[in-house]
């Protein structure tokens, strides 16, 4: 079996594929098709969640990853041991639904939830530009030299981000300020003593490249869902470039009003929610 040659990294919601195998997914049933436009939940690092649509006319309650090993078993989602780039194995998009399994070999009809799927793309662009606003709006509180972002900033967001979760129209990002950013030279301190005014300065730098009408591309090492993808944003200041394997609006005006707040769940940590449309 091939992998996947998938079609959301161009934002394409519908198409055909043919189905390659049938799995159970415990007490369901999992389709793999030699392509198809749905995103999958990631196993290791489940920030955007899976897409739901139909694969002809049945529903697709969920839709996950499967490693298939050189005997041709397929591992799905959080049961999968092997890691990307082992040998002899293909990585394939399996989409659980609940009914009758089409046959091997059969054409069927894959339709993403259109209107859910755009939601969860500004969601999730949101979050990548909200996070870089950040980025520029505390990298004064860096003490030591650290890894920068596409434009020249501390990348706190990198350097700190523990945890992301993208629902339709908003992100929520998890952020450790403890001990060891403290180590890597981050003034927590002074990050939480800016913390009021935060938002409305993540708010503003972000409202700047939206003016400049700042363009998202995905640039893609190849066709299959394991092949390495990466979200390009193209701001005054120059280009963002960050490996990411979701799907994303075309320009930051599509995001429409981008709102961000900071929450404390305890001391240590920080959460940025982003919400966009509106
Ligand atoms: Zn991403």
Redesign the pocket.
Known sequence: MNGTVVDFPAGVVHGTGTVVDVVPVGEKVGVITDRTPFHPVDPSWP??PADSGTLDGLTVVDCLVGAVDPDGGVAVDTAITARRGDEGYQWVVVHVVDGPSPTVGSIVDLQVDAPRRSALSRA?TG??VSALALNAVVADLWRKEVPLDGIGNPDFDRIALTS?RMTPDEARDTYRLGKSLRKKGFDSAALLERLEELPGLVEAKVGQWVAADASVDIETAGPHLTDLRY?CCHVPEGTYR?????T?VTALRELGQLHVRYERPDDATLVAVTTVGG
């Open positions: 920030d955007q999730h979050c990548h992301s979200w960050i490996a990411c394997g979701g994303h």
